[in-house]
């Protein structure tokens, strides 16, 4: 019996942003085939955007329950509803609305940890406004870390239709990531990853290539000496843990098309060796994946794009990624918690790295 | 009158590499529509060769002027006779034959100063095995540098269908490049490149997309400060100095497919942000071009192979497309000398970055 997967939950974001637009847009794709989904926020705010960009056909329906949003999803978008104290000006974020924007994703995390969605979708927020309101975290990672896991190790995996990339280090300058790095970090990472992989993309055995630092991987240490230091040693470490990990390889060649067939992620030490490849395959830039939470969280990966708010232009393209591949890791996760031979049922489709960046 | 391009000239490589096979297959896809071009080199390495790979068909045919390949080109291989003193064992570089590898390439640069070639064309070879013969370059670039304009900069441009990369700093660690990027190396490489782009690919006046160093270019200073520090004067350098040059820009989004239609060649900080993007994109990993010689050069974008030497498995794709490239480029700097009118015709074409990556 396969009974029904809990909706999903997406939240509001930056009301200032182009979030509502493309939630609008989302579930006009969406409505057909799935997965449902119900926004976490004001239902006003829904109204008025689809109002002042001519975006027809998009009834909304409150909902007092998350599982009410199968019945509904496919003549109505389904909304939890949830009221936004100041007034949204597209592209001016205001710190009144800061409340607000953080109880949508507390909102959506204590519907997953009840078991009434069965993943997160994060709409982008603009982290500086959320900080002048008290928000003390870096991001949204994070936050539901905090929210749903303290103490433990959130990773983030960028998934899209041909490459999945987990980066080492993320978010600093490349001169304080080569620093910062050591044999410990990447073994960590490549672990969540391993893990992330197997739960949540039902790939048993995930084969993971540790990319090298230097140009050529360092050449024996003719051009740096951290592959030799620190990299292969990890891979090492990871090998006798019996993860499937190689490397560490020459950083230019290891993305090209017949590569990147041999792996099922990559493991890569810096942003931009992630996401250099990661955006040159991929118009939408794939689809951000935290794994190390007691839930399926994805998020597009794009910001509030403030310049183009309010104006329609907006392209749905990257969250409608995020909402399928929710609920598909969902499903997956679903598998694999239940026992090997379902989670082999969903192997195939998630090694070849189809459409739904599975 | 459009008077015929003399030939290109194919330097030998390293013998006991891949260099004859690849030359013997692109010969046979080239013969019916060209470039033409004679190799530089042992007759009897090629027909060796042409036997124990079972390589048919390939007549080839001494010439004494380097002219005659045209005539010859369409039923043989034309070949300038050189003599190679040792043995020849595929996998196994010997010393002894390190000095008619260098002739080869000395020999080329002759006939390129001579006027009786319009390009050379290298074949790779072994840095390691000529260095223990004496040869006290770090490579070819160098080498050509060295024996054709003493005291000059050459830069090292890779074009690929889609893409063209300038790698500001090359083989070195990243943390040693780091150290040694500055605002004089970028505005060097940067106008080396325009006027490579304009001389070479016909393309009057060339749009530089110079990157970031730091993830999103540095987040106004969040990330690293190298961008306001070095990158963005140089920038300001260059467009006062009359070069359509932008940037810095976010190293990750600007090598997708809607942002790199927007330049014609990207300025990168360092090896991989270069390579990276170029070899995502084109299984062949491109065509090297040495830009800042008196004569065009072009190379293919991999190593000596000796792993699959004498095996008949090496695939002729990159050396096809140095040849080719090759052919574009000598045809193009005719025309940019002898005037706008000329230049101008080809520009179309160059911009599009068709299938010759000019």
Redesign the interface.
């Known amino acids: 019996v396969n009974a029904r997967l809990a909706p999903l939950a997406l939240t509001m974001g930056e009301p200032a942003g182009i979030a509502a637009e493309i939630t609008l847009k989302a579930w006009r794709q969406l409505r057909a085939v799935g997965p449902a989904f119900c926004y976490v926020g004001p239902s006003a705010l829904l109204a008025a955007t689809a109002l002042r960009l001519g975006i027809d056909n998009v009834p909304l329906q409150a909902i007092g329950d998350a599982g009410d949003a199968h019945a509904v999803f496919s003549h109505a978008l389904p909304v939890i509803e949830l009221a936004l104290p100041g007034e949204v000006t597209p592209g001016k974020p205001s710190a009144a609305n800061a409340g607000a924007v953080i109880g949508s994703i507390e909102q959506a995390v204590d519907l997953a940890r009840q078991g009434h969605i069965s993943a997160v979708v994060t709409n982008p927020i603009q982290k500086s406004v959320l900080q002048q309101a008290g928000f003390a975290h870096p991001g949204h990672t994070e936050f539901l870390q905090q929210l749903a896991a303290p103490g433990g190790r959130a990773t983030m995996l960028l998934a899209g239709p041909e490459l999945r990339v987990v980066p080492v280090t ?7 990531a ?1 620093a910062a790095l050591d044999q410990n970090m990447i073994v960590e990472t490549a672990l969540a990853a391993a893990a992330g992989l197997a739960q949540d993309f039902g790939i048993s055995a995930p084969r993971l290539a540790v990319a090298g ?3 050529h991987a ?1 050449e024996d240490g003719h ?4 592959e030799i230091r620190i990299i292969r040693p990890a891979v090492e470490v990871l090998r006798r843990r019996g993860i499937d990990a190689t490397g560490p390889w020459s ?3 290891m ?4 590569a990147r067939r041999r792996y099922d992620a990559a493991i890569c030490m ?4 992630a ?7 991929d ?1 939408n ?1 794939g689809v951000n994946v935290t794994l190390g939470l007691p839930f399926v969280r994805t998020s597009p990966d794009h910001g509030t794009a403030l310049d183009i708010a309010g104006k329609g232009i907006a392209e749905p393209g990257s969250l409608i990624s995020a909402l399928r591949l929710a609920g598909q890791l969902a499903l997956n996760r679903r598998s694999t918690m239940r026992g090997p031979a379902n989670a082999m049922s969903n192997e195939k489709n998630s090694r070849t790295k189809d459409p739904n960046y599975a």
Do not use: C, W
């Not at 993320?170 to 304080?176: A, C, E, G, P």
């Not at 051009?223 to 951290?226: A, F, L, Q």
């Not at 810096?270 to 060796?273: A, E, I, K, T, V």
């Open positions: 993320i978010h600093q300058s490349l001169k304080s080569l630092l230097n140009p360092g051009m740096g000496d951290e950083p230019d060649t993305f090209a098309a017949r810096y942003h931009d060796q996401l250099i490849p990661l955006k040159t395959l118009v830039g």
